[in-house]
């Protein structure tokens, strides 16, 4: 049985990975902060209530405890700490402010920057020697770059080298795992992340995190101007890099299992999805036909197209990307399964649940 201590613990990648660690035996301390309303144990149990895990876990092995990740010892007792890492542990930095516009910089900068330097801190001067530390990383990390994205640490940049704050706090972030690798030995390693979509087996889909967003956005003008046909600027011959839930949460369990982990590694997928089948599928799934045009010029746009551009100020930035990525190091470890990728079937499934879950949380506030 391994220890794993995870912070951000109640995201939504972190809480799909804590389900399957205590499936298959291992010990989690859970880092979350307290919510509003809700103690972090609450919070907690309450996720994995609604990844549909919590019937069926053994949660002896889960221990919760609140943390604030900006301040010193993350605002914890020292015989807290001490408990925590008792025994050598594998810790995964999961915390991370997904904004990224220029509003919201030093909340970016702050908790994705300062949280990283304050989490190795205490990893440091805590944690036994043979213990690991775990970067959760993007692999948009590689900003505008156009050749392979090697597994290696990249320098930092300026913003005019990113999409932007977001990329570029998790690229600062990479770069000060690597300072403490270099200067105080910390046993550290960085797992780049492509966008985490939904479980490709059964569509089921419980995050709103990318094209997902952009779904939700044409979801509420197609319910507002329903049978309308509306061009966006999307580059359909460009791709996206979705890794469904259930591959990241096995790829991870298999770099907790391996003795050596290498430095960096993309868990990225190897065969990209054409945003011409994405749109495509909102077509079929909703009231609307979207037409996808690279060189669309904002002067020439009606006024619904103007509302839907502005709605995609982030995945805007992504609607012409066909990132590559090199996973040499990955497969050295990691063993991909027969039905680890994505295809046609399930981005359909994916998104028709997505959709059926907005219109059901309609229904429910209408009903209210
Ligand atoms: N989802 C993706 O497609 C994707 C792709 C590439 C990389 N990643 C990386 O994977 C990690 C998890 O992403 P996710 O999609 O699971 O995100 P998520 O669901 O938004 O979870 C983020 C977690 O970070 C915590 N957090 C945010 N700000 C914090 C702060 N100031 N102090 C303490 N905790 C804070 C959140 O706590 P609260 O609930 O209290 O806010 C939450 O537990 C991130 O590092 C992200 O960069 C994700």
Known sequence: MKTIVVNGANGYVASNFIARLLKTGNKVVALVRPGYKHTPEERMKSVLADIGESKTLN????????????????????????KVF?????????????????KSVDEIFSTNIEG??????????????????????????????????EEKFYKNEPISSFRNYYELSKRYGENIVRQSIEKSHLNGHVIRLSQVVGDHRTGITKTDYGIFDFSKRVYKLASRYPNEVVRVKVDPDSTQNLIPIGTVVNYLLQAVQAETAPRIMNLVARRSIRNEQIINTLNEVLPITLIPQRNLNRDSMNA???????GMSFTGSYTETNLKFDTSRRDEVIQPGKDDELNDKSVYAMLEYFVGMLSAQKRKTAAA
């Open 59 to 82: 949660t002896q092995n889960l221990s919760v405890y609140p943390y604030s990740l900006l301040d010193k010892d993350f605002a914890m007792e020292k015989r807290s700490l001490k």
């Open 116 to 149: 990283v330097r304050n989490s190795i801190d205490i990893f440091l001067k805590y944690a036994s020697k043979k213990s690991r530390f775990f970067y959760i990383g993007t692999a948009y990390s590689c900003g505008k770059y156009n050749a392979v994205f």
């Open 86 to 102: 008792r025994t050598n542990v594998d810790y995964f930095h999961f915390a991370a402010s997904l904004k990224y516009d220029e």
């Open 304 to 310: 619904l197209e103007r509302l839907i551009s502005i």
